[in-house]
T-cell receptor, first 111, second 114 residues
């Protein structure tokens, strides 16, 4: 079983739509959770950390369910510029500072 | 966050040769990491570059294939040795920055081995 699993998509949505991505992780001892964004041929960039209480940053909302080992990202009012691959990232608790990356979910926002 | 640069940005190499990738950070950082992202795959940690001591390699990666240097707190190199087409990948360095537990990535080196 992979450490971090995501639906690869692609998700094709119209501008203004709300879209949700899900992610599950296998190691219940993980303590740090993130969503990164990766544009084509670019490095991953931190979108937001995910906290137990859930957190929001503008149009983006992240939630964590430790009991189900499940992380979500909600994007409201999608913009064309949101088109990218979204990576779910979880720390590997038995490997120092290693991070486990999901394969990413591809989002395409269309006019 | 720290500003990270990598050289070269891309290269095309012949099998059997070696390539050294440089990573430079604009501030001193304790921890630097090297990742690989193969086509269509997620990022995989190769090793943690430790300043003043040998790098710590993840399972499946060995020093003979991926020697790493970390001469100071702002610079590291990763060498991909005796390359084969399977080494074609993007290689990224990353650092912790700003006292957070999040990692920031360099722009990556896109390697193609023929």
């Amino acid at each position: 079983r992979k450490e971090v699993e995501q639906d690869p998509g692609p998700f094709n949505v119209p501008e203004g739509a709300t879209v949700a991505f899900n992610c599950t992780y296998s190691n219940s001892a993980s303590q740090s959770f993130f969503w990164y964004r990766q544009d084509c041929r670019k490095e991953p960039k931190l979108l937001m950390s995910v906290y137990s209480s859930g957190n929001e940053d503008g149009r983006f909302t992240a939630q964590l369910n430790r009991a189900s080992q499940y992380i979500s990202l909600l994007i409201r009012d999608s913009k064309l510029s949101d088109s990218a691959t979204y990576l779910c990232v979880v720390n590997a608790p038995n490997s120092g500072y290693a991070l486990n990356f999901g394969k990413g979910t591809s989002l395409l926002v269309t006019p | 966050s720290a500003v990270i640069s990598q050289k070269p940005s891309r290269d095309i190499c012949q099998r059997g040769t070696s390539l050294t990738i440089q990573c430079q950070v604009d501030s001193q950082v304790t921890m630097m990491f090297w990742y690989r992202q193969q086509p269509g795959q997620s990022l995989t940690l190769i090793a943690t570059a430790n300043q003043g001591s040998e790098a710590t390699y993840e399972s499946g990666f060995v020093i003979d294939k991926f020697p790493i240097s970390r001469p100071n707190l702002t610079f590291s190199t990763l060498t991909v040795s005796n390359m084969s087409p399977e080494d074609s990948s993007i290689y990224l360095c990353s650092v912790f920055s700003g006292g957070a537990d999040t990692q920031y990535f360099g722009p990556g080196t896109r390697l193609t081995v023929l």
